[in-house]
């Protein structure tokens, strides 16, 4: 089993950044695609951003331009650097793996606790 310990979040005012880091244990970080997803009270976790076992990087609309995924195989951790953050990009941030076939909003093991992130002037 794959477990993810996120970090990064806090409170940031309309237009500022955060980067948020994810270090994954307990399996082979390069064999498998990785996603940030974020969840806000009341609605479902939704993918943001996917990074490709390869590096290649996707991005919903919401985020795109804004937001980059990355990813260091050789410390197990996945990035996500958010621009430009807006008050809707409140949320709690968490990472999973994905496969990388997938265009939905899948994800393979358990979730960590995730990193909270508050746009708010």
């Known amino acids: 089993q794959v477990q993810f310990v996120e970090s990064g979040g806090g409170l940031v005012q309309p237009g500022g950044s955060l980067k948020l880091s994810c270090v994954a244990s307990g399996g082979i970080f390069s064999a498998f695609g990785m996603g940030w997803y974020r969840q806000t009270p009341g609605k479902q976790r939704e993918l943001v951003a996917s990074?490709?076992?390869?590096?290649?990087?996707r991005y919903r609309d919401p985020v795109k331009g804004r937001f980059t995924i990355s990813r260091d195989n050789a410390q197990n951790t996945v990035y996500l650097q958010m621009n430009s953050l807006k008050p809707e990009d409140t949320a709690v941030y968490y990472c999973?793996?994905?496969?990388?076939?997938?265009?939905?909003?899948?994800?393979?093991?358990?979730w960590g606790q995730g990193t909270q992130v508050n746009v708010s002037s």
């Open positions: 990074i490709s076992r390869a590096g290649v990087p």
């Open positions: 999973n793996g994905r496969s990388d076939t997938w265009s939905g909003d899948g994800f393979l093991w358990q």
